[in-house]
């Protein structure tokens, strides 16, 4: 269930005492919160999710292994019918569930070394806690095509975590979905592969990451870190090795 409420005060904390201070509020926002009734009668609430693709906007770079995640927010926006049509806080945003649980897609429209300017005021704009707010990004040291989920970690010299780590008060404790784009082969520039499309090799394998993405990442908004996430990445990890 989705609740219409007033615009709140132009500054809030989170999680400590960090201030965004937003500009051209509309009149009206929609929060994001879930109350259902479980079969005894006992209502409950169910915290949302803030699931955060890391990108460039814009059509030249559509398709580049930088804006894989972008991606991974189109593949799930498709899959669980929630509609990327609101601009807010410097990210286009969509809001839905992925079961009962509500989740907030967003890909940040701001470059990439500024992700965090998104993704910290929308988390504070709708109370996600940070172990739910989930980034999505490309990860040279993996393989190509590799997925790996981790519920913390560093920002990996990845220039679009360290803005979000900055947004959030220098906190790393917020999971990851690491989408594998290998290293550039012998001297290329770093820059330059990262802006380069994918070969159709590559692309086949990307296409089928980005599918199991979806279903891991439901994994984990419905049932959290566990024993199949484990198994999943273990998975991930010989997945390319021939025996």
Same mark, same amino acid.
């Given at each position: 269930?989705?609740?219409?409420?007033? +615009? +709140?005060?132009? #500054? *809030?904390?989170?999680?400590?005492?960090?201030?965004? =201070?937003?500009?051209? !509020?509309?009149?009206?926002?929609?929060?994001?919160?879930?109350?259902?009734?479980?079969?005894?009668? *006992?209502? *409950?609430?169910?915290?949302?999710?803030?699931?955060?693709?890391?990108?460039?906007?814009?059509n030249k770079y559509h398709g580049t292994r930088h804006n894989v995640g972008f991606e991974m @927010?189109?593949?799930?926006?498709?899959?669980?019918?929630?509609?990327?049509?609101? @601009?807010?806080?410097?990210?286009?945003? &969509?809001?839905?569930?992925?079961?009962?649980?509500?989740?907030?897609?967003?890909?940040?429209?701001?470059?990439?070394?500024?992700?965090?300017?998104?993704?910290?005021?929308?988390?504070?704009?709708? %109370? *996600?806690? !940070?172990?739910? @707010? !989930?980034?999505?990004?490309?990860?040279?040291?993996?393989?190509?095509?590799? !997925?790996?989920?981790?519920? =913390?970690?560093?920002? /990996?010299?990845?220039? /679009?975590?360290?803005?979000?780590?900055?947004?959030?008060?220098?906190?790393?404790?917020?999971?990851?979905? #690491?989408?594998?784009?290998?290293?550039? +082969? &012998?001297?290329?520039?770093?820059?330059?592969?990262?802006? %380069?499309?994918?070969?159709?090799?590559? =692309?086949?394998?990307?296409?089928?990451?980005?599918? %199991?993405?979806?279903?891991?990442?439901?994994?984990?908004?419905?049932?959290?870190? &566990?024993?199949? @996430?484990?198994?999943?990445?273990?998975?991930?990890? $010989?997945? $390319?090795h021939k025996v």
């Amino acid at each position: 269930m989705f609740y219409a409420i007033s +615009p +709140p005060k132009p #500054c *809030v904390s989170y999680p400590r005492s960090t201030c965004f =201070r937003r500009a051209h !509020l509309a009149p009206t926002w929609i929060r994001v919160s879930a109350k259902l009734a479980s079969p005894n009668g *006992v209502e *409950v609430e169910y915290t949302p999710w803030l699931i955060v693709g890391l990108g460039n906007p814009g059509n030249k770079y559509h398709g580049t292994r930088h804006n894989v995640g972008f991606e991974m @927010i189109d593949r799930i926006s498709q899959e669980e019918g929630i509609l990327m049509n609101t @601009i807010q806080s410097k990210a286009l945003i &969509g809001i839905g569930s992925i079961g009962e649980v509500p989740v907030l897609l967003a890909k940040p429209q701001a470059y990439m070394n500024f992700s965090g300017e998104a993704v910290g005021p929308l988390a504070a704009y709708y %109370q *996600v806690p !940070l172990r739910h @707010i !989930l980034l999505v990004y490309d990860e040279m040291s993996l393989p190509n095509g590799v !997925l790996r989920l981790q519920p =913390r970690g560093g920002h /990996g010299l990845h220039n /679009g975590v360290k803005s979000v780590m900055e947004h959030l008060d220098g906190l790393r404790e917020f999971p990851r979905c #690491c989408i594998g784009i290998g290293n550039p +082969p &012998g001297t290329m520039d770093v820059k330059a592969y990262l802006l %380069q499309k994918f070969s159709l090799e590559e =692309r086949k394998q990307i296409d089928a990451a980005l599918e %199991q993405g979806v279903e891991v990442l439901r994994t984990l908004v419905l049932a959290g870190f &566990g024993g199949r @996430i484990t198994r999943f990445n273990l998975g991930q990890k $010989y997945k $390319y090795h021939k025996v």
